[in-house]
C-alpha cells in the first residue's frame, strides 16, 4: 500500500476527522505551525461579532455584569483547569505568558525568604530566563541554569523555585513533572510549569503532580488568536501564601469599593492585575471550548499518531534527517524537530510549496502538529514535499523571508 | 429660545457633528459613560473582521510578517503620541495600565537608586496606589501620600517618583503637569502621569512639561474596546537608563535569536514584555486613527462646551446640584460629578431611562462627554430627566442593579 493510500486509511477511521471542517484552512496550505500560532475555529468569527456588535457596541458599559465580562479571566480559565489537571477555581485566563510568569516567580521568592535561587535550564524559552532575570536585575532573584540531567543535583538548600518548560519549544522534549516537581519539594523548592507548547496538545497533571504553579501560552493548540491572553494556575493551598507584586485594581477582594489600601482577593484572583482585554479573552474561549469538545486524550493520541506516520513516510521515501526530538513519541510534545546546516533554507522552500513550518535557531527545522484539523494525508504530503526538496536541492534558490516569525 | 432649540442650533454649528455617525450608538440610549468605555467604532467592526478572516483565518503565522502584526505597539504607539505631546518613537501600545505602571515606577526606583518614596494622592485612581504598594511588598519602594495641595511640601529628599493621574477618575479635577513635574524635578525626583482619563478627551503636553514617564488607557476616550490595550510613554532621554523589570523576550534587543541572557531593546521597545494583543491592538487603532481625525483640540473644545451647556440646561430647570468637579472646565477633564446622598439610586434611574453615566463610591453622580458622539441635544435631555427624576422622586423606588461597572 502506498503512503497516501494509508494516509487516507488512516483519516478515515480517525475519530477527530471531522473537526477539520470546523476550522478556516487556507487552501493549498499544509499548516505545520499550530504549535506557534494555533488556525481560526469558524465559531470565533461568529462569536467574535456578537462580542463586538451585541455586547461591546449594543450593550456598552452594561455588558461588565450583563454580558459577564468581568468574570471572563474565571471563566476560561475554569474551561482551561480540566485540559491541565487542575481544579476550575485554581486556573485564571489573564495578560501574557510573560507576565504571569514575572507574578509567580516573585510570587514564589516571596514564600520562600531566606532561598533567592530560581533554578532553569539553559535554551529554555528566552522569556521564561529573561522573566527570573528581571527580578535578578531588582535583587531578588538569583538565576541558575542546570543541563536537563543536572537539575536533580543542582537542586541546594538555597533554591526558592524550579521553573521549567514542560515541553522544549525547541526540541519538543517533555520533562518528567512529576519525578522533577517531587525532586524540588524534597529540596523545599517550589515548582513552576510553562505549559505553553504542552498545554491543548497533551493531558497535563498539575494536581496529580503536585506542581505549585504554572503558566502558558493562548494562542497555540488552544487557538486562541494572535497574542491571546496567557494563563496562570495556583495550587489551592498557595491561595493564602502566595502573594504576586502586580495588584492590579483587579486582584483587589473589592475592587468596586475603590480603597486606597490594596487587600489581595481570597482565591487565585489575586493573580489579577489591570482589566481583562474582552476580544481576546472571548475568541480563547471559543478555541478552549473546541480542545474540551474534541477531548485532550484524542488529541493527544492524534498528535503522536501524526508525527511517528510522518517519520514512516520519510523512511519510506528514503530520507534521512538529523531528529533532535526525542524518538519516542511520548518522551516529545506534538512536534518533530530535525537539525540540518540548511534548515532555513529548507524551511523556506517548504512555504513556498505551501507547507508551513518554521526554523528556529540554530539550524532547526520545526515542524509541529497540531491534532485537530491536521490530517494523516498532510503527513504523506509533507514528505513528499521534503523528499523533493532535498533530492532537487531547490532550497538553494528558495526566497528568503529576513524576518522570523513569533514562536 | 428653549434650551432644546439652543441645543439644535449648537449641534448644527459642531464641526464635529457628523463624526457621531460614525459610532454604533443604540438607539434610546445617551451615553454619558464614554469616559468609562468608549463606544464601538463602525469601523472597528469591518477592520477586526478583516485581521480575524484574512489575517489570522488566511495569513496565519505568516501575518507577523505580512500584515506587521509585530510592529502594533509602536506603530499605534506613535499614533497615541501626538495625542499626548509626544515624539512618535516615545510611546508604545500593550498591556494594561496596571501592568504598565508597575514597569515604569519599576525603572524610575532602579534609576533613583538611594530613593524609595513614591509620591502619590490620597484616592487616586486604586491601580495607581496598588502598585505602588505591589513595590512596596517588594521591600523596593515606601508610598508615601499628600493632599493636592500638599504635594510640592512633601518633595523630599528621599522622593523617587511623582505619580500622579492628571484628570482625577472621580472628580474630573485636572492637576497642573507642568508646575508640578517642574517641582518633581527641583526635587531631584522623577514624574509618572497616568493619563487615563485625559487622553483623547483633551491635549496632553508631555515633552512641553518635561515629564519623564506616563501610561493611559485604551478603552476610554480613545474608543479601543472593553478592557484594550494601555500605552504608556518614556521620555527619549531616559531610553538608555530606564530599566523595567518585567523583561519579556520582545523587549529584548533581538528577540529572534532567543539567547539566554536578556539585552533591552535600544529605544521605548526594552518596556515591551510578551506577545503583543493583535486583536486588541488592532481594535484600539480605529479608535486612534478616528481621535486623530477628528482632532483633539477640536475634540477639547466640544467637551468644555457640552458640560457647561449641561449646567446651563439644569440652571434653566432649576436643578441644583452639589457639583464636586472644578467649576472652571479649563481646570477639569470631560466630565462632571456631582455628589447627592442618593447618587447611586438617582444613576440608576436614568440608566432606567436610557441616560447611562455612571456611580462611584462615595455619594458621585459621575457624568463623562465623550466629545467624538455626543450632541448637545444629548445634553438638553439629561438635564430634562434629572430635573424629572429628581423632582418625581422616582430614583427612591428605581431597581437597583447590584453590581459596579467597571470604570
Given at each position: 500500500m502506498t503512503t497516501i493510500e494509508e494516509a487516507r486509511r488512516r483519516d478515515e477511521a480517525d475519530p477527530l476527522h471531522d473537526?477539520?471542517?470546523?476550522?478556516?484552512?487556507p487552501k493549498g496550505v499544509i499548516y505545520?505551525?499550530?504549535?506557534?500560532?494555533?488556525?481560526l475555529p469558524l465559531a470565533t468569527r461568529d462569536r467574535l461579532k456578537e462580542v463586538v456588535d451585541e455586547e461591546w457596541g449594543h450593550g456598552l458599559i452594561r455588558s461588565w455584569n450583563d454580558a459577564n465580562w468581568i468574570d471572563l479571566p474565571s471563566r476560561v480559565g475554569a474551561k482551561i483547569a480540566p485540559l491541565i489537571g487542575a481544579q476550575a477555581h485554581e486556573v485564571l485566563a489573564c495578560d501574557s505568558t510573560s507576565v504571569n510568569l514575572f507574578k509567580l516567580i516573585a510570587a514564589a521568592l516571596k514564600m520562600q525568604?531566606?532561598?533567592?535561587?530560581?533554578?532553569?535550564?539553559?535554551?529554555?524559552?528566552?522569556?521564561?530566563?529573561?522573566?527570573?532575570?528581571?527580578?535578578q536585575q531588582q535583587g531578588l532573584a538569583e538565576q541558575r541554569l542546570a543541563a536537563p540531567d543536572e537539575i536533580e543535583a543542582a537542586l541546594?538548600?538555597?533554591?526558592?523555585?524550579?521553573?521549567?518548560?514542560?515541553?522544549?519549544?525547541?526540541?519538543?522534549?517533555?520533562?518528567?513533572m512529576a519525578r522533577l516537581t517531587a525532586a524540588a519539594h524534597e529540596a523545599g523548592a517550589l515548582a513552576l510549569w510553562d505549559l505553553s507548547h504542552s498545554c491543548g496538545a497533551m493531558p497535563v497533571h498539575l494536581n496529580e503532580c503536585d506542581a505549585d504553579f504554572a503558566v502558558g501560552c493562548g494562542y497555540k493548540y488552544l487557538n486562541g488568536g494572535p497574542g491571546a491572553p496567557a494563563f496562570l494556575y495556583a495550587a489551592e493551598k498557595h491561595h493564602i501564601d502566595a502573594e504576586q507584586p502586580l495588584t492590579g485594581w483587579l486582584g483587589h477582594k473589592q475592587p468596586f469599593a475603590f480603597e486606597d489600601d490594596y487587600t489581595p482577593a481570597a482565591g487565585v484572583e489575586r493573580m489579577l492585575a489591570g482589566t481583562p482585554p474582552i476580544l481576546g479573552l472571548s475568541a480563547l474561549e471559543v478555541g478552549v471550548d473546541l480542545v474540551a469538545e474534541m477531548g485532550i486524550e484524542r488529541l493527544y493520541a492524534k498528535s503522536q499518531a501524526l508525527s511517528e506516520f510522518l517519520r514512516e513516510c520519510l523512511s519510506a521515501r528514503g530520507v534521512e534527517l538529523d531528529l533532535v526530538s526525542p524518538d519516542d513519541p511520548s518522551e516529545r510534545g506534538s512536534q518533530l524537530s530535525f537539525r540540518h546546516p540548511e534548515a532555513y533554507a529548507i524551511s523556506q522552500a517548504l512555504i513556498?510549496?505551501?507547507?508551513?513550518?518554521?526554523?528556529?535557531e540554530p539550524?532547526?527545522?520545526?515542524?509541529?502538529?497540531?491534532?485537530?484539523?491536521?490530517?494523516?494525508?498532510?503527513?504523506?504530503?509533507?514528505?513528499?514535499?521534503?523528499?523533493?526538496?532535498?533530492?532537487?536541492?531547490?532550497?538553494?534558490?528558495?526566497?528568503?523571508n529576513e524576518r522570523a516569525a513569533v514562536t
Open positions: 473537526y477539520r471542517e470546523r476550522f478556516h484552512l505545520l505551525d499550530g504549535n506557534s500560532l494555533g488556525a525568604s531566606g532561598r533567592k535561587v530560581i533554578l532553569s535550564e539553559p535554551g529554555n524559552f528566552p522569556t521564561d530566563l529573561y522573566m527570573i532575570q528581571g527580578l541546594g538548600e538555597d533554591v526558592a523555585l524550579l521553573l521549567l518548560t514542560h515541553t522544549h519549544y525547541r526540541t519538543g522534549r517533555k520533562h518528567d513556498a510549496r505551501g507547507v508551513i513550518g518554521d526554523y528556529r539550524e532547526i527545522l520545526r515542524l509541529g502538529f497540531a491534532p485537530a484539523y491536521l490530517r494523516f494525508e498532510d503527513m504523506a504530503e509533507t514528505a513528499r514535499h521534503l523528499a523533493e526538496i532535498l533530492e532537487s536541492r531547490e532550497y538553494e534558490r528558495a526566497e528568503f
